[in-house]
């Protein structure tokens, strides 16, 4: 089916449920449910902007909204998928970004963008492009209730983190460096630094991927967007267990590394392989 939205869809804002293939579709100010021949079901309207991909787990969904806008609230909804309503809304004081991140449901918590004041005390302007988080919040899955923020001296862009499962969350900036946390209290594991020491600096939309084998595979450029005479795009890889550097690669000079990577087998028989894409 065809569906066109007057209001505006934003970044990777189609969800789904495999099992009875209901389509989710969030646009900035709208949710809507449909059926399989695209019949709407519901909708839901949002008064801040929702420019973070919602994510669906055990009947609900989950939005995230006000990034972007200068209320210095974000504010978060819990949805029933059935029929739209309201499970829960919290309003918590903080910022996020209008960049594309997302949402991670993971043992019993939600995982969203966040953004305070810079470290060294640059704010926003050319050196991060007024936009990127450069910390981690955890609220509660069940009401929403805050648990515990993560700030880092990196800018993480298009935020999308991953976790092995063991009660830990990681992640990689724009810049390169790569952070392991514990989800119980937020707290590091490990972290490596970005190349050339660089902080909270826009060096792209890069970000990192984690691989069935425990490696995390991160893209980034090593110097800030803009400076096209000095940035190179990289690839690098890390064991989960202790963050070790397992390899990494450079592309030619003048490329971007911009994406976050794809894991996987090149068809039912293939090797693992890493997919980046240069600019």
Same mark, same amino acid.
């Given at each position: 089916f065809f569906f066109q939205a007057e209001d505006g869809i934003r /970044?990777?804002?189609v969800t789904g449920v495999q099992t009875c293939a209901l389509p989710i579709l969030s646009t900035t100010k709208i949710i @809507? #449910?449909?059926d399989r021949l695209g019949q709407l079901q519901w909708t839901f309207? =949002? /008064?801040e902007k929702a420019v973070t991909s919602p994510t669906l787990h055990h009947g609900k969904i989950y939005i995230l909204s006000g990034c972007g806008s200068d209320s210095g609230k974000m504010y978060l909804y819990a949805l029933h998928m059935e029929n739209g309503k309201i499970d829960w809304n919290v309003t918590l004081e903080g910022q996020c970004m209008g960049e594309a991140s997302s949402i991670l449901a993971v043992n019993e918590m939600l995982i969203l963008p966040y953004r305070? #004041? =810079?470290t060294n005390g640059e704010e926003d302007g050319l050196n991060t *492009? +007024?936009? +990127?988080?450069?910390g981690v919040r955890a609220v509660? *899955? !069940? !009401?929403g209730t805050h648990l515990w923020d993560y700030v880092t001296d990196q800018l993480m862009w298009n935020f999308a983190p991953s976790t092995p499962g063991d009660g830990t969350l990681i992640f990689s900036s724009c810049c390169g460096a790569v952070f392991r946390i514990s989800l119980e209290k937020g707290e590091t594991i490990w972290k490596t630094e970005a190349p050339n020491g660089i902080k909270n600096t826009f060096c792209g939309t890069g970000g990192g991927a984690l691989g069935p084998n425990g490696i995390f595979y991160s893209e980034f450029n090593t110097h800030h967007f803009l400076a096209s %005479? %000095? #940035? @190179?795009g990289m690839v690098a890889a890390h064991n989960v267990t202790d963050g070790a550097k397992l390899w990494e690669r450079k592309m030619e000079k003048g490329y971007d590394g911009i994406q976050y990577p794809a894991v996987g087998k090149l068809g039912p028989k293939g090797k693992l392989s890493v997919v980046v894409a240069r600019w």
């Open positions: /970044d990777s804002s @809507r #449910k449909f309207k =949002l /008064d305070t #004041k =810079l *492009l +007024g936009g +990127g988080a450069n509660s *899955l !069940n !009401n %005479e %000095e #940035k @190179r």
